[in-house]
């Protein structure tokens, strides 16, 4: 497993970008996928994306025309900027170590998450 | 509406065995490898069970996974107290070409 620090800000004014980024503090970002999960107050979880360290991307069909994730392999850390956002934004997001890739749910490491507020 | 489909709650006394069941189609489930979540309130899921029926390092053995078609199931045997928490199924959606998650599960120790 790796350690996974979340960052970014709690609250995002609607229409705005929800930026927020995962710096591994142990590990090394240059193997494995790396996702961007969410889960709104009292529901379930949302896969949003992922990305390899390559820079390729695969993003979850409902949001792909709002969201960009991104890695810097020199900070060992990856991001997420998610667009317009609304109120049916507001959730917890957690990144997390996905293993396998394709075909694979294999979520094993997760950050402490980031309950983020889209309100004005 | 999720793509999987778990009961909403299950409850049990310390001590019985508990089953949780994860239904999806032949895109998900019967095709690729179920994973199993643990989460407790405010904090992050935990992988409990992978490729159906692996557990990490560190899990008890009392956690088990299970796949037969298109239907998933973890049982938890000997349950105690600490096990109240909300679980989840997850596998890849060949249709949608990413990861799903069931709707989740509160388990109540009685």
């Known amino acids: 497993q790796v350690q996974l620090q979340q960052s970014g800000p709690g609250l995002v004014k609607p229409s705005e970008t929800l930026s927020l980024t995962c710096t591994l503090?142990?590990?090394?970002?240059?193997?494995?996928?790396?996702?961007?999960?969410r889960q709104p107050p009292g529901k379930g979880l949302?896969?949003?994306?992922?990305i390899y360290y390559t820079g390729s991307t695969n993003y979850s069909p409902s949001l792909k025309s709002r969201v960009t994730i991104s890695v810097d392999t020199s900070k060992?850390?990856?991001?997420?900027?998610?667009?317009?956002?609304?109120?049916?934004?507001?959730?917890?997001?957690?990144c997390a170590r996905e293993l396998g890739g394709t075909y694979s749910t294999n979520f094993d490491s997760w950050g402490q998450g980031s309950l983020v507020t889209v309100s004005s | 509406q999720s793509v999987l489909t778990q009961?909403?709650?299950?409850?049990?006394?310390?001590?019985?065995?508990?089953?949780?069941?994860?239904?999806?189609s032949s895109s998900n489930v019967e095709t690729n490898n179920v994973n199993w979540y643990q989460q407790f309130p405010g904090?992050?899921?935990?992988?409990?069970?992978?490729?159906?029926?692996?557990?990490?390092?560190g899990v008890p053995d009392r956690f088990s996974g299970?796949?037969?078609?298109?239907?998933a199931s973890l049982a938890i045997s000997g349950l105690q107290s600490e096990d109240e928490a909300n679980y989840y199924c997850a596998v890849w959606d060949d249709?949608?070409?990413?990861?799903?998650?069931?709707?989740?599960?509160?388990?109540t120790v009685l």
């Open chain 2, 66 to 71: 299970s796949k037969s078609g298109t239907s």
């Open chain 1, 46 to 50: 949302e896969w949003i994306g992922y």
């Open chain 2, 95 to 107: 249709s949608l070409n990413g990861p799903v998650f069931g709707g989740g599960t509160k388990l």
């Open chain 2, 43 to 57: 904090t992050a899921p935990k992988l409990l069970i992978y490729d159906n029926h692996q557990r990490p390092s």
């Open chain 1, 76 to 94: 060992n850390q990856f991001s997420l900027n998610l667009r317009s956002v609304t109120a049916a934004d507001t959730a917890v997001y957690y």
């Open chain 1, 25 to 37: 503090s142990t590990g090394s970002i240059s193997s494995y996928y790396w996702s961007w999960i």
């Open chain 2, 7 to 24: 009961p909403p709650s299950a409850s049990a006394t310390p001590g019985q065995r508990v089953t949780i069941s994860c239904s999806g």
